[in-house]
Structures are given as structure tokens and as C-alpha cells.
């Protein structure tokens, strides 16, 4: 059976950065108890709905910010999990952190409970941006919490980083791209940087206070890292995710992330999480009271849908398909597998999308590899992912 | 069949009044016909939305009124006696000319409506003249007195100077808050002449309207000028001999009220039956079919379009909707003519031509608001007439029909009288912009206290695009304008080509004067620059004219698109936004490779903003 992956909405934030636009809110501590109570209930409810216990090989816990709320709860959660799914014993259990929410002892708990993976949220080495983002740590702080995470046992840690940052250039880009490699993660996480409808910054950029580096810059700083981190030994295997190989040698990829884009099966509980098992996308409500109210008050429906679902979507087959592409070619070292998709679905892929995939290798978007059994963005298609991605919605 | 009228009718006539309200767009008229038609109780309060006369929203919204349209009023005068008031509506545009000057021979006398504030504009006086033309009495009203403003006495100082109607007697009104609309009533009736004609004679019927109706078919509004109508009646439409059997006769409530009959100084419907207002035209004279008229009403024309442009459906799909849209539009409405057209830039769509440029735009956005088409309109043309070496002229409203440049010896175009009405200090901003434009400056009249009336000749094509918002925005709104046709003359003119990727647009031709392609094409040039957006290759744009590349530029092509992050598996979020990516990238056009947005075929529009 293949094992799914479970997804755990965190949504609380100290304080809300100017670009953010996720599902999380600052001061509502007072929450924090119920809603765990009501996650771990929604644990419960949809595990007992599911027709056996489904092996579980990656659990994320995402936010917000996870770190944010004590220890305890997060074992609570997992105590939660592990009564009604099971956790298989390599399960790959990640925790966004930030820099400077993390204690050794909070570290040292989250260990114990079986935590084996940390993402922080470092975004830049260079303390005008972080003003600029308003980020409240130093690059002092994710140094720190680096060695305490070392400290406490992990072996797996993520860093998060932004390019297209408002005034950021080449140089203080590749300052903290150095930065975050001297601290000698195994995983690095590339994002750039957007302006969200509704965030301070959309309000910035759109009265003209704050100026978003151009195209071909933020072209420039991301076809920079694609060079340098190879050179540091980094393969990119997702557009923006690159992975450094493990004492086995093989590469330590995000294996929650991995579950999204090879299409398999993943449930969400929390506040607005998102969950997608065979062909049913399920979406809870966002605000938090709303969520613990229908978590009390409402009755699930047939697994996988929870009382919290704010929308449950099926998909057709043509949908299936084309979202399994749009996925699958983020994957930027594996691409997507003729083979996979024909035992999935049961017919060619090459026969479905002719004229898509005809015309993105004409135009040097996709390539093959693999002796010809997958295909992939180019480097060209890594840059202008978009551009391949609308021909499959 | 003779028809002897009861003493009855006779003595109605003399209580009847035909009148129109003519004025510069925003001098209240349509407000001041809503005062009336409460003030008559014709339309209660409770029913009374404003402005009744506009019925369409597009009307209300630019202010204008675009269609005439015609009410009756009964209203019991001081005498004591009732009178039947009739109110022709009448478009208030310079494109409408025609119309406007058919509802006026409908009529036995006009309002002239006159802001309080703006005073007489051109309009004011190119409507007046007409209305003389018409021999109507002119009653002069200065309207809108309530306004700060305001300055009655100098406008009606300025219209004693131009009616020699002493400026004491003029009415001083505010529509809009009913003051003193009492004694536009009362001057209806005491100085417009009640109509005059012989009921005896052959029936004489000026059609100065008309509207599609479903049922009834073509409804026309007529004036009957001589004679008698009744639904019973074989009727002859006297310019194309079509012979129709009326569904209803009937006048203006203001909605439709059958009636048994229509006499000589009536101002009714006759409803045809009739499928297309092509065969009922406005101006047109409908007589008996048994008992003739000998001659029609004089001033019928045919109105012919000036303006043209290629309408095209932004998908394809919409093709069929198209056609259809513009079939429905051209029930209403005479003077849109249009045929299939094929663009090798934007495949299949319609040639229309237009009375003019205001009229164009009516058009294109009835198209995307009543009818939901996303379009694309192509930079309007004139007619040209083009001499070939071999001394045939051929007419073409294209610049994709213009043949090869060493097969012609001449291109004649259309020329204006263009009168430019302002205060006297924006003389020279008037002078500079029409100058630029290749007008020729003829002379000047001062109608009134720091007013000035220019008088030019200029290219029509000159003036289709832009001119009007330039002329406004020079002279702060203040300017009006009115244009009518003199002939065609001469002139050194190019086709103006754009390549995209070496293939040219045909839809981004234009034909211009010679020694402005080199500047027009340098504009075009880097406003398509801005207009088309990076692809995945290099797209080169030249402008060339006279087989000569003018200028080009090139748009880098596409660096980066990617989204980043797709958070805690939200795919739905992500497919969502490149669906919107996709749709967007549907609404451009395809010439060749490359993919143009609609936004760059209005760019042969705005080359003069810079």
C-alpha cells in the first residue's frame, strides 16, 4: 500500500511579515490550546473514517509558525497520529522553524518526540532585508539556532531563503547564499520573492515606496544559484528545492514535498490545510474559531472529508491527468516517468498531450532524459516554469 | 377615397404644437423634456426616471442622446384651452447631423437650450442653423440659472445679439430644479405656429425615426405632413416603392398608443411590419398606395458612412455572435453598414462603416456591454479614392485594399469644413493643433462677447482619431466642434506598415501624409514595444513605408515566469492562477508566432498622447 502524508496547519505567528499571505494570524495565543484540542480531534475523526490504518511516511508540520507554540502540543498532535495512522519508522517529520523562536530545550523536546527535520525560515543574511521583510530575527539568530538544532540531535535541516528581495543585489545575494552554506544545511529551499494582493507590500510597491527588482534580475540571482549551489555539491530536484547527498548517498530531499509533486495522496487537518487523496481535493476553512467550531459541532462526512472541509473537490480523469503534469514537471531532475503515468492512469502520456509536449520541445521548454523515459524542464523551462505549467490546467 | 374630416379635427390642428429642443450636449435638454413631460402629468412623478427620452443606459451615461424620439403632451394653457404638444427628441451629436435635420422639418418650432454658464458653443449654433434652415421658430431658453455660476445675463445678451431677440424677453430657466419651466410651456403654445397642411390633399408622411420592434416590426415615426393615415390604408414608402399594410398607427404616450388615425400636423407611428430599417429610412416619405403624392417631402438622403474600421472577435468562436450583434444593432439603426472582412493578423470579422468617429465608439461599446463581445477594433480609416496609372479610381476604406504604390498616380481624400467654437483665448492653441493636423485656416466670426468661430478645412482623417479629446483638453473643455463634408482632394499620402517578426500586420497599417511616416512610425514602433509583452523568443517590430524600414525595436524575449512555491499542497491555488495566465493569453491575438494584445491595435489610436 503506498504510504500518504500528513500535513499539520500551525496558524499562529508572532507577528505577521509585510510580504505573507498564509493562513496564519498574531495574537490569537489564547487559541492556541482549543485548537490543538480540535486539530488532534479532527485526527481522530478522519482516522476513524478511514477504512484501515494508512501507513504514514512524512508528516510536515507547517504554518504559521510552528515553533511558535510550546512542545507539548506538537507531541500532543503527534500522539494523535500515531493512535489512529501508522507512522512508519524512517517517517520523515518536519517543523518549520524561526530563527529565534527556537530554545535548545524547545528543540531538544520536539527530538524526543520524534521530530527528525528542521525548515528554518532564515530568508536572507543581510539585515536591511530582513527589515525590509520585517522579519523579526537576525542573522545572528539563525547561526544560534542552527548550532542548537545541531545540539539537539538533527540531522536534517532545511533553510529557507528569498531572492528578489527589494534591494537586494548579486552581491548580498550570493552573501547569503554563502551564509546559509557555511552553516552546511542538507537541504536548501530558493524562493522568489511575490508581491501578495492584500499584503503591506502590495500596498508598498502599488503607492511606489517599494521598488521589486526586475525580470532579469531576479532571472540573473536565480540562474546564479542553479550554478553555485552545483558547485557546492547541491542537486536541484524542484524548482525552487535543492538537496545535498546523505551519509548513504543518496539525495536528502524533502520527502513531504516529493509527495505533492509525484501526486500521491497527503491529508491536511488544521486551519485552511489542504488535503488530496485519489481524486478528491479537500480544503478546510481558514479562520481559526470557524475551524474549532466545526470540528465540534459538525459531522464528518466518508473519509477523507473532515467537518472542517470548507470545500471538497473531485476530479476527473482529464483533471488528473493534467494536474499530475503541472506537478510532476516541477520536478526538475526526475521530470515526470512515461511509465508512471501509463500504470496510473492507462494511457500514454505522449498520446494524451502530443501537441503540448510537441510544442514545449520545440521550443526548448522540456527535455528528455532519462534514456528517453521522462521528461523535464530544460534549464530554459526551469525559468519560464509557467509557460510549460498553462498548457496542463 | 376621399376624406371628409369632421369640424372637429379641423379645429384641433390649431391646438396643436411640434417642437424640438435643440442645444449643445449638457445644456439640459434631456432635463428640461422630463420637466415638461411632468409638468403636462404626461408621466406621473412616481414613474417619472430620469431622463425618459434616453432610453438607452449608454445615452444616459454619455450624456448625449443618440436615438430621437418623440412624446405627446396635452397641456391646458392659461387660455384655458388644451393644446396637444408635441416634443421631438433629437440626437445631439455632429454625427447625427442627418437625423437631426429630419426631426427638425418635423417640427414647427424649437427650444433652443442654452447653459447659464457655457453660453452658445458650437453646437448650439450649427443646430440653430438648421433649425433656421427648417424655417423654425426659435424660442431661446437659458438654462441652468440656479448655478453658481451662472451668467444669464451675458448669454442672453450674447443670443439678442444672434436672434435679435431682445434680452429682456428671454426665457431664464433651471430644468433641474423646475424653475420657471411653466413658461415654456406657455411660450410653446404662443409663439410656435400650429402646423399647417392640407388634410385633403395626397397623404405626405415624413419619417424622421425609427425602431425595431419584434412584434410590429420597423416602427416608424413620421410627421404627417399632408393628408390623413389610418391603420386600413395600403401605404408606399416613396424612395424604394415598397408597399406596406401598417400593423398599427399611433402616437407617443410617451409609449406607444394605437390610434385610428393621423392627420396633417400629427406627430405619430406608423408601424410597418416592415424587417429592416434599410427599407424605411429615416427622411423618407410615406404616402397612399391607392391615392399617391406626386412628390416626396423635399431633403431626403441617404446618410453614408464616413468613418470606417474593422471589427474582429477576439476568439473566433465569436464570429457567428458577431454578425449576429451587428445584424440586431443595424435594426435600430440605418447608418451602420458592414461586411465580412478577413485580416491575415486577425482572421474573420466585419468591415463597418460609421457616420462617424462618436458613432464608432456608440458601436463598439453596445458590442462589449449589451452583447458581452470581446472585440477588436482596428484603427478607423476614411473613404479614399484612389487613381490608378491606368486611369481607373477605385474606392477603398482600408489600408490593407491599398494597391501597390508604383500602380498609383493619386490618392485623393476627404476633406472637412471643420467650425471650431471657443472663447477667445484659447485662439492659438486652437490654431496650433489644427495646423498640426494639416488644417487649412479659412476665416473667423465673432458671434458673441469673447467668443470666436474658426473656420477651417481639414483632412477628415485627421480628425477621427483623438482630435476631438485633444481640442478639449487644449482648451480646457471650453471648444465644441461641428464638421461637415466638402470634397475630396489630393494628397501625399503612404502606407504605413508594421512587421512583427517580419510579417506584417495588416491590421496596423494606416495610411498617413508622407512627411509624417517617419515620425508616426517611430511612435508606433516603441508604443508596440511597451503593448507587447516579452514571449519565448525575440520579437523585432519595424515600421515601414514606401518598401523602407522607418524604425524598429526589439522585445527582449520572456527571462523568467515562474511561481515559486505551491504551500502545504495547495495545487487548487496555483492552477487557478495559471488559469488566469491562460486566459489571458487567449485574449491575444496570434500574428504569426507572436502573440499581440488587443491593447496594440489601439496603439495606431494613441500615437499623438505623447
Not at chain 2, 517617419?518 to 523585432?540: M, N, T, W
Request: aromatic share 10%.
Amino acid at each position: 500500500m503506498i504510504p500518504v502524508s500528513i500535513y499539520i496547519h500551525i496558524p499562529f505567528c508572532v507577528h505577521r511579515c509585510a510580504y505573507c499571505d498564509f493562513n496564519t494570524y498574531a495574537g490569537m495565543e489564547k487559541w492556541i490550546p482549543s485548537y490543538v484540542d480540535a486539530l488532534c480531534k479532527e485526527i481522530t475523526l478522519v482516522g476513524n473514517a478511514a477504512p484501515q490504518m494508512f501507513p504514514v511516511h512524512t508528516i510536515f508540520f507547517g504554518g504559521g509558525t510552528p515553533s511558535f507554540i510550546p512542545a507539548i502540543f506538537i507531541q500532543k498532535i503527534l500522539t494523535a497520529i500515531r493512535s489512529q495512522f501508522l507512522i512508519l519508522e524512517e517517517a520523515e517529520i518536519t517543523l518549520e522553524a524561526n530563527p529565534g523562536s527556537v530554545e535548545p530545550e524547545l528543540l531538544e523536546t520536539l527530538r524526543l518526540a520524534g521530530v527528525n527535520r528542521l525548515s528554518i525560515g532564515m530568508q536572507s543574511a543581510v539585515q536591511e532585508e530582513l527589515s525590509l521583510l520585517t522579519r523579526t530575527h537576525t542573522p545572528d539568530d539563525v547561526k544560534q539556532s542552527i548550532r542548537f538544532a545541531r545540539q539537539a540531535g538533527f540531522e536534517n535541516i532545511n533553510l529557507d531563503l528569498m531572492f528578489g528581495i527589494p534591494g537586494q543585489t548579486m552581491d548580498t545575494w550570493k552573501y547569503s547564499l554563502d551564509f546559509a552554506l557555511s552553516l552546511d544545511p542538507e537541504h536548501l529551499s530558493l524562493y522568489c520573492l511575490t508581491v501578495e494582493e492584500g499584503t503591506p507590500l502590495h500596498q508598498w510597491v502599488e503607492k511606489g515606496k517599494t521598488i521589486m527588482p526586475s525580470e532579469d534580475e531576479t532571472a540573473e540571482m536565480y540562474e546564479f544559484s542553479m550554478d553555485y549551489l552545483a558547485e557546492f555539491g547541491f542537486l536541484q530536484y524542484e524548482i525552487s528545492n535543492w538537496a545535498k547527498p546523505g551519509k548513504n548517498g543518496e539525495w536528502q530531499m524533502c520527502r513531504h514535498n516529493l509527495q505533492y509533486w509525484n501526486y500521491l495522496p497527503y491529508l491536511g487537518f488544521g486551519a485552511g490545510a489542504h488535503g488530496f487523496f485519489e481524486n478528491i481535493r479537500t480544503e478546510n476553512v481558514r479562520a481559526i474559531p470557524k475551524y474549532i467550531h466545526q470540528i465540534n459541532h459538525l459531522i464528518a462526512q466518508a473519509f477523507p472529508t473532515s467537518p472542517a472541509n470548507d470545500r471538497v473537490l473531485k476530479l476527473d480523469f482529464q483533471e488528473q491527468m493534467k494536474e499530475y503534469m503541472m506537478v510532476g514537471l516541477r520536478l526538475t531532475h526526475n521530470g515526470v516517468q512515461l511509465e508512471d503515468f501509463y500504470s496510473r492512469f492507462g494511457v500514454s502520456l505522449l498520446e494524451i498531450f502530443k501537441k503540448e509536449i510537441n510544442f514545449l520541445l520545440s521550443r526548448d521548454l522540456i527535455e528528455w532524459c532519462n534514456n528517453q523515459r521522462n521528461l523535464r524542464l530544460t534549464r530554459k523551462g526551469k525559468l519560464l516554469g509557467n509557460q510549460v505549467f498553462i498548457h496542463f490546467v | 377615397m376621399v376624406i371628409i374630416p369632421s369640424l372637429e379635427v379641423r379645429e384641433m390642428s390649431a391646438h396643436i404644437r411640434n417642437f424640438c429642443i435643440i442645444a449643445h450636449v449638457d445644456h439640459g435638454k434631456s432635463t428640461l423634456a422630463d420637466r415638461l413631460l411632468q409638468l403636462t402629468g404626461t408621466i406621473s412623478d412616481r414613474n417619472m426616471t430620469e431622463q425618459v427620452l434616453d432610453s438607452m443606459d449608454l445615452e444616459r451615461e454619455k450624456g448625449v442622446t443618440i436615438k430621437a424620439s418623440a412624446v405627446r403632451m396635452m397641456y391646458t394653457a392659461k387660455d384655458g384651452q388644451t393644446y396637444e404638444l408635441n416634443l421631438i427628441d433629437t440626437p445631439g451629436h455632429v454625427d447625427f447631423n442627418y437625423e437631426v435635420s429630419r426631426a427638425l422639418a418635423a417640427c414647427e418650432g424649437a427650444l433652443l437650450v442654452v447653459d447659464a454658464t457655457q453660453g452658445i458653443e458650437a453646437q448650439t449654433l450649427a443646430n440653430l442653423y438648421l433649425a433656421l434652415e427648417s424655417d423654425l421658430t426659435i424660442i431661446p431658453v437659458i438654462n441652468k440659472i440656479d448655478l453658481v455660476s451662472a451668467r444669464p445675463d451675458e448669454v442672453a445678451e450674447e443670443l439678442e445679439n444672434l436672434l435679435g431677440i431682445p434680452a429682456h424677453q428671454i426665457l431664464r430657466i433651471s430644468a433641474k430644479e423646475g424653475i420657471n419651466v411653466d413658461q415654456v410651456l406657455e411660450a410653446i403654445v404662443q409663439y410656435v405656429p400650429p402646423p399647417r397642411g392640407d388634410i385633403q390633399s395626397p397623404l405626405r408622411a415624413l419619417i424622421f425615426d425609427s425602431h425595431y420592434d419584434s412584434y410590429k416590426g420597423v416602427v416608424a415615426y413620421v410627421r404627417v405632413v399632408e393628408g390623413v393615415v389610418k391603420p386600413s390604408d395600403m401605404l408606399r414608402l416613396m424612395s424604394t416603392g415598397v408597399d406596406v399594410k401598417p400593423i398599427e398607427i399611433g402616437y407617443f404616450a410617451p409609449e406607444l398608443k394605437p390610434t385610428d388615425h393621423l392627420e396633417a400636423g400629427d406627430v405619430g407611428y406608423i408601424a410597418t411590419g416592415l424587417k429592416t430599417v434599410r427599407e424605411c429610412r429615416v427622411g423618407d416619405t410615406i404616402t397612399h398606395s391607392q391615392r399617391p403624392a406626386d412628390e416626396p417631402l423635399p431633403g431626403y438622403q441617404h446618410a453614408k458612412p464616413m468613418v470606417f474600421a474593422g471589427i474582429y472577435p477576439t476568439e473566433g468562436e465569436d464570429y457567428p455572435n458577431l454578425r449576429d450583434a451587428l445584424e440586431k444593432l443595424q435594426l435600430n439603426d440605418a447608418s451602420l453598414v458592414f461586411e465580412p472582412e478577413t485580416s491575415q493578423a486577425l482572421n474573420f470579422g466585419f468591415r463597418c462603416g460609421f457616420l462617424g468617429l462618436f458613432h464608432m465608439e456608440i458601436i463598439q461599446e453596445r458590442l462589449e456591454r449589451e452583447y458581452d463581445l470581446d472585440i477588436v477594433v482596428t484603427a478607423p480609416s476614411v473613404e479614399y479614392e484612389v487613381v490608378m496609372r491606368s486611369g481607373e479610381v477605385i474606392r477603398i476604406d482600408s489600408p490593407a485594399q491599398l494597391p501597390d504604390e508604383g500602380l498609383i498616380e493619386e490618392i485623393r481624400e476627404p476633406w472637412m469644413l471643420l467650425q471650431i467654437f471657443s472663447p477667445t483665448e484659447f485662439y492659438g492653441a486652437i490654431m496650433d493643433l489644427v495646423t498640426k493636423r494639416r488644417g487649412i485656416f479659412k476665416d473667423q466670426e465673432y458671434p458673441a462677447t469673447n467668443r470666436v468661430q474658426l473656420n477651417f478645412e481639414i483632412p477628415l482623417s485627421e480628425i477621427i482619431v483623438d482630435f476631438f479629446d485633444e481640442l478639449k483638453s487644449r482648451t480646457r473643455g471650453f471648444a465644441s466642434m461641428d464638421y461637415h463634408f466638402l470634397d475630396y482632394r489630393p494628397g501625399n499620402l503612404v502606407k504605413l506598415e508594421v512587421l512583427v517578426n517580419g510579417e506584417p500586420v495588416d491590421a496596423l497599417a494606416t495610411i498617413v501624409h508622407r512627411e509624417e511616416a517617419y515620425h508616426k512610425g517611430q511612435a508606433l514602433v516603441s508604443k508596440l514595444k511597451e503593448l507587447i509583452p516579452r514571449q519565448l523568443f525575440d520579437v523585432a517590430i519595424q515600421a515601414s513605408a514606401s518598401g523602407r524600414v522607418i524604425s524598429r525595436a526589439n522585445v527582449k524575449a520572456l527571462r523568467k515566469d515562474v511561481l515559486a512555491k505551491c504551500y502545504g499542497g495547495d495545487i487548487t491555488r496555483k492552477k487557478k492562477l495559471l488559469e488566469k495566465q491562460k486566459k489571458g493569453k487567449k485574449r491575444m491575438k496570434m500574428v504569426g508566432m507572436v502573440e499581440i494584445p488587443q491593447d496594440a491595435f489601439f496603439a495606431v489610436l494613441r500615437l499623438r498622447e505623447e
